[in-house]
Nanobody, 125 residues
Framework: QVPLLESGGRSVQTGESLKLSCATSRRTFTDYTMGWLRQAPGKEREFVAAISSSGDRFYYADSVKGRFTASRDNAKLMQYLQMNSLKPEDTGVYYC??????????????????WGQGTQVTVSS
């Protein structure tokens, strides 16, 4: 079981910004590729972003590229997802995620194998 605890989700208006946070263990933080998934109502869970264990490589879904930024804080064992220019289609449950595979494999498959309980983000028009 990979410990992943998200926070920060809430209701916002179109165009606003929101920052999600995720706490995890030291082993997960240093050894795993981390990222974010989301699931909109009535849809399958989808890939949003990935960040390498070293924190120097990033990969984003086309739908969020240029608006979302993933980051890590090594000292605090936290990762973040800064979401700007939010749209109603960004509404969903956001999951902090992690995968033991190398970043290149996560990037190629656009998938991460473990995720937390999720935090709800609702964007109203």
């Amino acid at each position: 079981q990979v410990p992943l605890l998200e926070s920060g989700g809430r209701s916002v208006q179109t165009g606003e910004s929101l920052k999600l946070s995720c706490a995890t263990s030291r082993r997960t933080f240093t050894d795993y590729t981390m990222g974010w998934l989301r699931q909109a109502p009535g849809k399958e869970r989808e890939f949003v972003a990935a960040i390498s264990s070293s924190g120097d490589r990033f990969y984003y879904a086309d739908s969020v590229k240029g608006r979302f930024t993933a980051s890590r804080d090594n000292a605090k064992l936290m990762q973040y997802l800064q979401m700007n220019s939010l749209k109603p289609e960004d509404t969903g449950v956001y999951y902090c995620a992690a995968d033991p595979r190398d970043f290149t494999l996560v990037q190629a498959t656009r998938s991460l194998s473990s995720w937390g309980q999720g935090t709800q983000v609702t964007v109203s028009s």
